[in-house]
């Protein structure tokens, strides 16, 4: 038997916009149609009456797709779609990015008006998505749609295999600002007691199903793509990877570095709209991003607060806020990435997760607290969370940056905000905990989430130690030149690579958090839940709980000899004043590690540093002592 296939089923739905039907008198408008209806409508044959059947199918199909033509998104939601050109039956990724609460379903409608269910995974909020991959798409034109508990809150057609640029938005403004921070969470997400590091960025950018950008321009662009960003450059290099894939602007400035007595200023912007003329080749991006990291350094992220001449601007400290995506920066240069917040429970503590790169080019997730982090108000740096200041197209065709003013309260960019100047460290710590765990902290499950955080940096401590070791063995009578002063914590070649000033000096200050955290319980009883105990009470049962705790927990490093040495938390605690002057690479491991001579642990010691490089590390030995960083 043979089947008619209906002409109009199996049109385009872009035709549908253009030719639909409007039954007025038994005769549809359009004159295309009009001519099958006059061909086959006072015929009495077999293909008259299949012809319409198939015009009953088709009107409704017609409503159950009729929001076709009024496909707008808003600008709280918006769905995404990678590659920028999709091809029948190869992968494509969807991402339905929403800034004014959570969605629960994608779906799509194919050219026959089918409806279907993307499998989706969850993140954030604020911003929410839902993300999906899918390989079953034959060419054509599908309609998506993003719901939030069965209304409709966004749709976007998909196009398989008819190239275009319709999802090029070409400025920043709140979607292409939200889809950035989806874009990092999802590139960082992982379970969290999932340990998350890497050699460098380029495997996590490789990584196509963490990033929702690989091959977004169908060049295979990110082959053999070098991208090993440290510290400072992080932020950066993520932030105009995300430009060169979505075609947008992007600025930054040359800056100095500061004084004793006053913070990094920087110049003019440099701002790059090549991104928004069309698809940029490997060779273009790889040009721009080497221009980039030689440009910006670690003054670069702690200008000034007030200052306007800057690549980032401060933002208030709150949930609605700090998106991931935001940037952290310390008084001396290091910088925080945030990555991931994982709410409190009855059963867990919040989680702020942030990432990192440091002077290998490793990259490392790692959860946000004191002891990863330092804030303080120096009139010589501008510390705390900042966001990229915005490029804008005026009606003239130019470009330029948003002022702090302009930036205040604007519909479309988290707001320029003064608040971080006006806090202590001890105000920032305890506002951010609360942000992290609003209900309030058990004391003992405050501990342990301190505990832990202590440990993740341990272990992150023997891997860089580690890595250090290493280099010895490929260059067994290397001696590392120690740099003067300040240039410790951040200078280039080996000593960047393989000392550990920055490191410990961060160790040392978790070691401190964790012994203070008793001493907190009573500075701010706020924080915690303690059903009407005294604070006072509360403390002493967690200096009892730390007492026993810090016994049940052991480190393991491998020493020179390649044997194994055994620690306990306990004893590494009790060496912290050992870690003032234990980061010098060309030290022993034992050394590093705090062990004494004349001990069976030192006793496989076979390198020392230099005379003159201990002499050094002791007159350096009061900035680490007091967890106080020299000016540049």
């Known amino acids: 038997m043979n089947l008619m296939i209906c002409p109009l089923t199996q049109s385009n739905p872009a035709h549908y916009r253009q030719h639909t039907p409007n039954v007025n008198g038994n005769r549809p408008v359009n004159n295309r149609y009009a001519a099958l209806w006059n061909r086959y409508f006072y015929s009495d044959s077999l293909a008259y009456r299949l012809l319409l059947a198939c015009l009953l199918a088709w009107f409704s199909i017609s409503v159950a797709i009729a929001e076709d033509f009024s496909c707008n998104e808003t600008g709280k939601t918006h769905i995404w779609i990678s590659p920028l050109h999709p091809k029948p039956h190869e992968q494509i990724k969807i991402m339905a990015v929403s800034t004014d609460g959570p969605l629960s379903e994608l779906t799509f409608i194919d050219s026959q008006g089918r409806f279907s269910a993307l499998q989706a995974r969850r993140r954030g909020g604020p911003p929410w998505s839902l993300i999906a991959t899918s390989e079953g798409f034959s060419a054509g034109e599908y309609r998506l749609e993003a719901k939030r508990e069965g209304r409709l809150i966004a749709c976007q057609f998909l196009t398989i295999g008819n190239a275009n640029e319709k999802n090029k938005p070409q400025s920043w403004n709140l979607a292409t600002e939200a889809f950035y921070s989806a874009w990092i969470e999802e590139l960082f997400g992982a379970p969290s007691e999932e340990t998350l590091s890497f050699s460098s960025l380029e495997p996590v950018l490789r990584n196509s ?4 950008l690989h091959n977004h321009l169908g060049r295979n662009e990110d082959d053999s793509l070098p991208l090993t960003p440290d510290c400072a450059d992080l932020p950066y290099t993520l932030r105009a990877y995300f430009a060169w894939k979505i075609g947008l602007p992007i600025a930054y400035r040359a800056c100095g570095r500061g004084s004793a007595n006053t913070p990094p200023r920087c110049g003019s912007p440099s701002i790059l709209t090549e991104f928004t003329q069309g698809t940029i080749a490997q060779a273009n991006f790889k040009k721009f991003s080497r221009q980039l990291v030689n440009t910006v350094h670690s003054g670069s992220a702690r200008t000034g607060l007030e200052d306007e001449s800057t690549d980032l601007y401060p933002i208030p400290l709150s949930r609605e806020t700090l998106w991931p995506g935001t940037v952290f920066a310390d008084p001396y240069g290091h910088v925080l990435v945030l990555a991931e917040w994982l709410p409190q429970t009855n059963d867990r503590p919040g989680l702020l997760l942030a990432v990192d790169a440091q002077p290998d080019n490793s990259v490392a997730r790692k959860r946000v607290w004191e002891g990863t982090m330092l804030f303080a108000n120096n009139g010589n740096a501008g510390s705390g969370f900042k966001a990229f200041r915005p490029v804008i197209r005026l009606d003239s065709g130019k470009w330029r940056t948003l002022s702090n003013g302009e930036l205040l309260d604007h519909a479309d960019f988290i707001s320029f905000s003064l608040e971080q100047a006006q806090l202590t460290p001890d105000d920032f710590y305890a506002k951010l905990t609360q942000l992290i765990n609003p209900k309030g902290l058990d004391p003992k499950q405050a501990y342990e989430a301190t505990l832990t955080a202590l440990l993740e940096q341990i272990e992150t401590r023997i891997t860089s130690i580690n890595n250090g070791e290493a280099y010895f063995r490929k260059n067994p009578r290397s001696v590392i030149t120690m740099p003067n002063g300040a240039a410790i914590f951040q200078t280039v070649g080996p000593w960047e690579d393989y000392s550990t000033p920055s490191r410990d000096m961060r160790l040392i200050i978790a070691i401190n958090v964790l012994n203070d955290l008793p001493e907190k319980i009573v500075r701010h ?92 590390m002791e007159r350096y030995r009061t900035w680490f002592r007091e967890v106080r960083r020299p000016t540049p």
């Not at 199903?209 to 929702?212: G, I, K, L, M």
């Open 525 to 616: 009883p706020e924080l915690f839940v303690m059903n009407d105990q005294h604070p006072v009470e509360t403390k002493a049962e967690i200096e009892q709980h730390h007492a026993k705790r810090i016994h049940e927990h052991n480190i393991r490093y491998t020493r020179s000899d390649g044997s194994v040495w055994e620690l306990s938390l306990a004893e590494v605690l009790a060496r912290k004043s050992a870690y003032e002057i234990a980061y010098n690479p060309n030290d022993c491991v034992e050394i590093r590690w705090g062990a004494k001579p004349d001990t069976d642990e030192f006793s496989t010691c076979r390198r020392q540093a230099p005379a003159e490089q201990r002499a050094k």
């Open 209 to 212: 199903e963490r990033n929702f």
